[in-house]
C-alpha cells in the first residue's frame, strides 16, 4: 500500500518562499562555526539568581525542579499573574507570538502570501473579534488578571529582542528582517479559547464526510458507515435519558442491532445510485482540504482528539480519600500544548485567593487542568454538535428571512502581507453567522447542492456557519474560579461559565466526594438533527436557545462509587435534548470501566499506581473482535501459506498493542489493509477510512453479516467476508515482511509506530534540515487508536503516530505530594533546552513524575530559585 492520501496533505506548511531555503543554510552554518552555540543558547532563560521588572508590587519566588517545572509563589493574585506571563514568555513565546497570529488571521504578516488562505477563513470567522468583545465583558477582577499577566509578559519582552527570545526569530529574520512582536495583550490570550474551540468542534468532520459519501453511496450505505452509537454495550457517563453507566460488555462487537442494520445497499457499485450527482465531489473534496489546511493547535480533527477521564470514591481506595486521572488526547506537537506549573500565593486570602497547580495553556493566565489545596478536577472533550451549516437566500447586500429580506451585516477586513501587498477581505454575514461559501469552492458547490435537493434555483444561494464561538461568552474568567473553587457547588459555578468548548469535568474533593458535570453551550434547534445543511431563509430550522446548565447531564456521588468519562455519550437516547448525534463509541470507557469493576468486584482498594497502570492499557477492542476470525480462517489454510502463518503468530495473543509485540503489529497492518480493500475502493478519496472508534464499529458490526456487499469486490475478484479477510490477511504478511523484514519473531508494534513531536510552525516546512532543527523524534511506541493508551493513527496514511495522550496525571486526594504528572515533551519551548524533551522518554514508557505541591515538597524538589525583584 502507498501512503500517497489526501490525508498526507491536510499538514500545515508554513515556510514556502524559495529565499526561506538559504535562511536555513546559513543559520546552520552558524551553527555547525560554533557561533551558533551562542545563537541558540542566548534565548535560554535565566532561572536562578534574581531579574529586576517593572510593576511587581513585592518579591516574587520562582522556584524550579529537575524538570525545569516553575512553582511560582507570590504575595498578590496581580504580582502572580505578572508572573506567570513572565514565565510562560522565557519559555514559550515563540509558540504563543505563534499562535495569536493563527488566532487573529494575521499569519501572513509572518509567514508572507502563502499563509493568505488561512486568515481569510479565521478573519471569515472573525476569532479576534469575538474574543476582543469577551474581555471587554470580563468581570474587573478577571480582566486585572488578564491584564497582570500580558504586562508580565511585557516585561520579558522589553529586554529580550529577536534571538534573544527564541531561536525561531532568527530563523525567521532570513525571510521576514523587519519583523518584530508586538506587546501582548489580554484579546491575545483569551483568542486562544477560539482555537481550542475550534479544534474540539465535534461532528463537523462527520457532516462533510456524510456530504462526500452521498456522492457515491446510497443513504442506507451511508447509514451502515455511520452506525449509532451502541448503548447497552458501552456506557454512558451519565443515566439522564436512559443512560446506563454499568453497561459494560468483556467482547465486542454484538450482533447488529435495530438501531444499526439499515438496510445494506450495493456497496460494490453495481447499481447504487448516488444521493448527490458525481460531479459536486471535487469541489467537497475542496472543501474538507481547506478545514485540513487550516493549523491544528490542539491536533488533526478527528475521533482520536478526545480524552480519558476518572475518579472513584474513597470508598473504593486505599487511602480513603478520592483518586483522580485524566489524560487529553491532542495532537504530537512540539512543545507539548501543556505547560505544568504551580500558581501559589504566599498567604492564601481573600484579595490573594490561589494555591492551585497543575497544567496551564502558555498564552492564558491560570490552571486549566489540576488541583488546588481543596479540590482536583479533568477534562474530557463533551463533542456537542455546536455548528450548523444553513442554506441562505441572498441578493445583493440582502438575504431572505421569514420572507423578509434582510441587510447582510458587512465588514471589511485588511490582511498584511509580509514581502507583499495587502489583501482586502469583505465579510459578509446573516443572522446566523458568516457567509463562508466564498472561502473555497467545496462551501460553494455544497450551496448549490443542497438548493438542488430543496428544489430550488442555485444561483442567489449560498452557505453560513452558525457555531456556538462566535458568540461572546464568558469562559474566560472561569477558569480562575476553577482555580479557587472549596466545593463541588463552586466548582459547578465556575463550570457554568465554561461555556466554549463544552466538556466533560470530573471533580474531587478532600471531604470524599465526587462528580461530573458537562457544561457549555449547547444549540437547541427548532427542526432537524445537525447532521446536513438546513435551510437558512426560516425560523423553521434556526437555534432557538441553549439548553440550560441545570438540564445539562450531571453526577454526584453516584452509588457505585466511580465516574468514567471519555468521549462516549454523556446520556441515554432518550434525553429530551439533542446534544449530538455523533458521540465516540465508547471503546475506551468501556475499557477503564471494565478495569475498575472487576478491582472493585475482587475487593481491590485503588492506588494511584492503579490508576497509572489503566492508564497504559493497550486492550484493542478491535483486535479482540477481528483477529479470531482471521485466526481461524488461516488455520485452514494450507500450511506455510502467508494467512496460515498469520493464524500461528496470533494464536494466543492477548491483543493488546504493546511495543514488543509481533501480533500487534501484524494485527495493525491487517486492519490498515482490511479498510483499505474493503472500503477505501468504494469510497471518494477524500472521504478515506482513517480507523478509530467508527471503524471499529462499522467494521465490527459488517463482520457479523458474511454476505455483506461491501465485502465483495468484482475488480479484485473477491466475494464474501472470508475472502475479503483472507485477501488482507495475505496483503499484511507481505507489507509486514518489507517493512519488519522475513522473521516474524523479530517483528514489534513500535518499529513502524512511532511518534514524531512536530513543532507547529517550522516543523511542517518541507525543509528537512529546519525540520531537524526544531523536531524531535521518532519515539518508538506502542498503544493505538481507541485503545486506553490512545497514541492513535490514521490508518488511510501509514502507522505513524498523530494524535497521543497530551499529558498524564493522577491526582491523589489523601496526600496531594502522592500526586504524578508528565507532560508530551517538556517545560521549554527552547529547542536544545535540556528541558526541551525531556521528559518524552518517561511519557514514552508510561511514566510519570513526583508532582511537588506543599512548599515543603516543592523546596525538597527544588532545583533552581529565581527571585523577580520590583523595580520603578
Not at 74 to 97: C, I, K, N, P, Y
Request: glycine share 10%; aromatic share 10%; proline share 7%.
Amino acid at each position: 500500500m502507498g501512503d500517497d492520501s489526501p490525508r498526507l496533505r491536510r499538514h500545515h506548511r508554513i515556510l514556502r518562499a524559495v529565499g526561506v531555503v538559504v535562511g536555513i543554510l546559513l543559520v546552520l552554518v552558524v551553527i555547525a562555526g560554533g557561533v551558533g552555540v551562542w545563537t541558540v543558547a542566548r534565548s535560554f532563560p535565566q532561572t536562578s539568581g534574581t531579574i529586576d521588572i517593572a510593576g511587581l508590587d513585592a518579591p516574587v519566588t520562582v522556584v524550579r525542579d529537575d524538570a525545569g517545572i516553575p512553582q511560582i509563589d507570590a504575595s498578590t493574585a496581580d504580582d502572580l499573574f505578572r508572573a506567570q506571563g513572565f514565565v510562560h514568555a522565557q519559555d514559550r513565546f515563540w509558540e504563543m507570538d505563534f499562535r495569536r497570529h493563527v488566532t487573529s488571521g494575521r499569519l501572513a504578516e509572518m509567514f508572507g502570501q502563502s499563509q493568505v488562505p488561512t486568515d481569510t477563513f479565521i478573519r471569515t470567522l472573525g476569532w479576534r473579534t469575538v474574543a476582543e468583545q469577551e474581555v471587554k465583558a470580563l468581570d474587573k477582577t478577571s480582566l486585572r488578571y488578564y491584564q497582570d499577566y500580558a504586562d508580565g509578559v511585557n516585561a520579558y519582552l522589553d529586554t529580550h529582542k529577536g534571538s534573544e527570545i527564541s531561536l525561531e526569530y532568527a530563523v525567521l529574520g532570513f525571510q521576514n528582517p523587519g519583523y518584530s512582536p508586538e506587546p501582548w495583550t489580554p484579546a491575545d490570550s483569551v483568542a486562544w479559547l477560539k482555537a481550542m474551540a475550534w479544534d474540539l468542534r465535534s461532528n463537523l468532520e462527520d457532516e462533510i464526510d456524510r456530504a462526500l459519501l452521498s456522492t457515491k453511496l446510497t443513504p442506507a450505505q451511508i447509514a451502515e458507515l455511520h452506525p449509532a452509537y451502541p448503548y447497552g454495550e458501552h456506557p454512558t457517563i451519565t443515566d439522564a435519558g436512559g443512560g446506563d453507566p454499568a453497561a459494560t460488555t468483556a467482547d465486542i462487537p454484538a450482533s447488529a442491532g435495530a438501531d444499526d442494520s439499515a438496510a445494506a445497499g450495493s456497496a460494490s457499485g453495481d447499481t447504487a445510485s448516488p444521493a448527490t450527482p458525481p460531479e459536486y465531489a471535487t469541489a467537497l473534496t475542496s472543501l474538507a482540504s481547506s478545514l485540513d489546511a487550516l493549523p491544528t493547535l490542539l491536533g488533526p480533527a478527528g475521533n482520536d482528539i478526545g480524552s480519558n477521564s476518572w475518579v472513584v470514591s474513597g470508598a473504593l481506595t486505599a487511602s480513603g480519600k478520592p483518586l483522580l486521572a485524566n489524560d487529553p488526547h491532542l495532537g504530537s506537537v512540539m512543545p507539548s500544548v501543556w505547560y505544568q506549573v504551580g500558581l501559589h500565593c504566599t498567604k492564601v486570602t481573600a484579595d490573594c485567593p490561589f494555591d492551585v497547580s497543575g497544567f496551564s495553556f502558555s498564552g492564558l493566565p491560570g490552571v486549566v487542568i489540576g488541583h488546588n489545596d481543596r479540590i482536583a478536577w479533568g477534562f474530557t472533550n463533551l463533542g456537542p454538535d455546536v455548528a450548523d451549516l444553513y442554506e441562505e437566500k441572498v441578493t445583493g447586500d440582502t438575504y431572505e428571512y421569514d420572507g423578509k429580506q434582510v441587510p447582510l451585516v458587512i465588514r471589511k477586513e485588511t490582511i498584511k502581507v509580509a514581502g507583499g501587498k495587502s489583501v482586502h477581505l469583505t465579510v459578509r454575514s446573516t443572522r446566523h453567522g458568516p457567509l463562508i461559501t466564498d472561502i473555497s469552492d467545496g462551501f460553494a458547490t455544497i450551496a448549490k447542492d443542497q438548493a438542488g435537493k430543496l428544489g430550488v434555483p442555485a444561483e442567489k444561494y449560498q452557505l453560513s456557519l452558525q457555531w456556538t464561538a462566535l458568540t461572546p461568552g464568558p469562559t474566560a474568567g472561569a477558569i480562575f474560579a476553577f482555580d479557587t473553587a472549596q466545593n463541588w457547588d463552586q466548582f459547578r459555578a465556575a463550570a457554568k461559565n465554561f461555556q466554549v468548548p463544552s466538556q466533560n469535568l470530573v471533580y474531587a474533593d478532600v471531604d470524599g466526594n465526587i462528580g461530573y458535570q458537562a457544561p457549555g453551550a449547547v444549540p437547541v434547534r427548532a427542526a432537524g438533527d445537525g447532521t446536513m445543511p438546513v435551510p437558512g431563509w426560516t425560523s423553521q430550522y434556526g437555534w432557538t436557545g441553549y439548553v440550560p446548565f441545570d438540564a445539562m447531564p450531571t453526577a454526584y456521588n453516584p452509588p457505585s462509587g466511580y465516574i468514567v468519562t471519555a468521549n462516549n455519550a454523556a446520556v441515554g437516547p432518550e434525553f429530551p435534548t439533542l446534544i449530538t448525534a455523533d458521540w465516540e463509541y465508547g471503546y475506551r470507557a468501556n475499557q477503564i470501566d471494565l478495569r475498575l469493576t472487576k478491582a472493585i468486584a475482587s475487593g481491590h482498594k485503588f492506588t494511584a499506581a492503579d490508576f497509572s497502570a489503566i492508564q497504559s492499557d493497550k486492550y484493542d477492542a478491535n483486535a479482540a473482535a477481528l483477529a479470531p476470525i482471521v485466526a481461524a480462517l488461516g488455520a485452514a489454510q494450507e500450511p506455510g501459506s502467508s494467512a496460515h502463518r498469520a493464524a500461528q503468530l496470533l494464536d494466543g495473543w492477548n491483543y493488546h498493542d504493546d511495543p514488543d509485540s509481533a501480533a500487534a503489529a501484524y494485527f495493525n497492518i491487517f486492519w490498515r489493509n482490511l479498510l483499505a480493500d474493503a472500503f477505501a475502493r468504494k469510497l471518494p478519496a477524500s472521504a478515506p477510512p482513517t480507523g478509530g472508534d467508527r471503524w471499529f464499529r462499522v467494521v465490527g458490526l459488517l463482520a457479523q453479516q458474511p454476505d455483506s456487499a461491501w465485502w465483495t469486490d468484482k475488480k479484485l475478484d473477491v466475494a464474501g467476508r472470508d475472502a475479503m479477510f483472507l485477501r488482507a490477511a495475505d496483503d499484511a504478511w507481505a507489507e509486514a515482511t518489507k517493512l519488519m523484514g522475513g522473521d516474524p519473531s523479530r517483528w514489534r508494534w513500535d518499529s513502524i509506530h512511532t511518534i514524531t513531536l512536530t513543532n507547529a510552525s517550522f516543523g511542517t516546512s518541507g525543509i528537512d534540515p529546519i525540520e531537524a532543527l526544531f523536531n524531535r523524534g521518532p519515539y518508538p511506541v506502542g498503544g493505538g487508536s481507541s485503545v486506553v493508551d490512545a497514541v492513535g493513527w490514521d490508518a488511510s496514511v501509514g502507522y505513524q503516530v498523530d494524535w497521543v495522550p497530551s499529558m498524564r496525571q493522577v491526582i491523589d486526594l489523601s496526600e496531594w505530594n502522592a500526586s504524578t504528572w508528565v507532560n508530551l515533551t517538556g517545560a521549554s519551548g527552547h529547542a536544545f533546552s535540556p528541558h526541551y524533551d525531556d521528559q518524552t522518554p518517561l511519557w514514552q514508557k508510561n511514566k510519570t513524575r513526583a508532582w511537588p505541591f506543599t512548599p515543603q515538597a516543592v523546596t525538597a524538589a527544588a532545583d533552581q530559585t529565581l527571585t523577580l525583584r520590583a523595580t520603578g
